[in-house]
Nanobody, 121 residues
């Protein structure tokens, strides 16, 4: 069994900051890529940022320069530091991770339950 648990969402004013965390736990042998996605009401889920196990990152154009993804491999945790938040960043944010379980022969993508981020004055 593998779980991803997110935390850190909430309500923030425009221009403010939030830091999201996502911890993976369970029968984990290795974790490859980890990432953050978001889904606003009435829209499709979209990529926000991803990070490889080696630390290479990529970002959606809409968040470049404002958001920073990082990870702590010892804690199986991925973070998303969000600065200069805008109302259009309002969405449910989901983390995911490509995880190989012990004694498994393949890697599977797991998702967290989502955390709400609301940017409003």
């Amino acid at each position: 069994q593998v779980q991803l648990v997110e935390s850190g969402g909430g309500l923030v004013q425009p221009g403010g900051s939030l830091r999201l965390s996502c911890a993976a736990s369970g029968s984990i042998f290795s974790i490859n890529d980890m990432g953050w996605y978001r889904q606003a009401p009435g829209k499709q889920r979209e990529l926000v940022a991803r990070i490889t196990d080696g630390g290479r990152t990529n970002y959606a154009d809409s968040v470049k320069g404002r958001f920073t993804i990082s990870r702590d491999n010892a804690k199986n945790t991925v973070y998303l530091q969000m600065n200069s938040l805008k109302p259009e960043d309002t969405a449910v944010y989901y983390c995911n991770a490509d995880i190989k379980r012990f004694r498994a022969s393949f890697t599977y993508t797991y998702w967290g339950q989502g955390t709400q981020v609301t940017v409003s004055s």
